[in-house]
């Protein structure tokens, strides 16, 4: 919908008024929703930290929504996050190269890019070199770890540019294009040749994809 209203083009890396940078998709979204309870998961019941302190550490980070996100005199709280690789960055920085960012609706297989999904923070940049995390739904090992959460029986929610909307399993995240560069048979997904045993023990009874 925004991108319909806006030449094809994404938001681009700036906030309202925060400054650049900062993916803030309540922001960039809303003229597009009326009622913040869509923001969180039923699943995700409690609020990990009004400051947006320690998420994820030890503490069953999967059923904890996110809070005091506060960019415009504002507080958000929610339990999804955007996938930041899907916004209109043109300069990119040191970590984050420009040529990696879906800038616009108008590219190739978009039920294969996720847009939106269950996540510990509001947003993370995955990559395919990224690590699962070594235990069960803390931040660690890279972005990706951001959504590895076993908030639903050893899947998440995920929203695609597609449009389409369906439960992914945990190892499934990996065979997914996270952003214009993402190596889709990456050594975490069984056509790279990942093992069984390659994955920390929490996952080892998930599906392997």
Known sequence: MYSGANEGRFPD???????RGYYLWMDRMASYYQDEKLFTCPTATRL??????????????????????????????????????????????AHHAAEKYF?????KQTN????????LWIGGYPDHTDPPPSY???????Q??????????GNINMAFLDGSV????????????????????????????VEHSDWPEWM??????
Not at 103 to 107: E, K, N, R, Y
Not at 112 to 119: E, K
Not at 136 to 142: A, C, F, K, P, Q
């Open 166 to 193: 369906r439960k992914v399993g945990l190892k499934e995240m990996w065979a997914f294009k996270w952003h214009q560069m993402y190596v889709l048979n990456s050594s975490w997904t069984r056509s790279g040749g």
């Open 48 to 93: 990990l930290d009004k400051k947006g302190g320690g998420i994820g550490i030890g503490r069953g980070g999967a059923y904890y929504a996110w809070g005091g996100i506060d960019p415009v005199g504002k507080e958000y709280v929610g339990s999804y996050g955007q996938n930041y690789w899907v916004g209109d960055e043109t300069e990119g920085t």
């Open 204 to 209: 080892t009874g998930f599906k392997d994809y």
């Open 103 to 107: 800038q616009t609706i108008d590219v």
């Open 112 to 119: 294969l890019i996720p847009a939106v999904a269950d996540c």
């Open 144 to 153: 990706m770890a951001r959504f590895c959460l076993n908030r639903h029986e």
């Open 136 to 142: 069960m739904d803390v931040l660690s090992g890279g």
């Open 13 to 19: 890396g700036f906030s309202v008024n925060t400054g």
